[in-house]
């Protein structure tokens, strides 16, 4: 009776350990993002969707554009957060599921709404400004922001170098 009281409980308390170390546990694989297989499966699904044009852009260069009625132009980049680009005045917007979804799965969300009902879109969006320091005229602005995200990031960088109010110490 002993030894199977004991087993129980050992059984009852290496769960929540197996849960907080990750292995085993349903929610805790789903937690840790989408499988290669979810990823492959939601690019083929966003390859079907996409215009040609899209298509081709998506192809070439990893991200594409939407034209959006009434707002201009805004390139969905392949990013988790603050991928979509509008290409008028620089401004990133970030709306996201709650869960873990593969890249594509967000674009094509993203793609969708913006298309469809773009009111609702800037309604739930984040927005910020995208700061891309040494901008280059002869290189399009979304592969300017996607090389400045990827840049490791130099943490002696001053508030005055980014900031658009010039520091004391740097005028003239």
């Keep these: ?59 070439r260069s990893g991200y594409f554009a939407v034209e959006v009625v009434g707002r201009g132009r805004f390139v969905i980049l392949p990013d988790a957060m603050f991928n979509v680009l509008e290409m008028a005045t620089g401004d990133c917007y970030c709306a996201v599921p709650a869960t873990g979804v593969p890249i594509a799965d967000l674009m094509l969300a993203q793609k969708l709404l913006l298309e469809s009902d773009p009111d609702q879109f800037f309604r739930v969006a984040n927005c910020r400004r995208e700061v891309v320091v040494g901008l280059m005229e002869d290189e399009p602005l979304p592969e300017q922001v996607l090389r400045a995200r990827r840049a490791p990031r130099d943490a002696r960088v001053r508030w005055s170098e980014v900031s658009m109010i010039p520091y004391r110490g740097y005028l003239p």
């Design 1 to 59: 009776m002993q030894i199977r009281l004991l087993a129980t409980l050992g059984h009852g308390l290496l769960r929540p350990i197996a849960r907080l170390m990750g292995k085993g546990d349903r929610a805790s694989r789903a937690c840790s993002g989408p499988s290669a297989v979810a990823e492959a499966r939601a690019k083929s699904l966003l390859l079907r969707v996409l215009t040609p044009r899209q298509r081709e852009e998506f192809a």
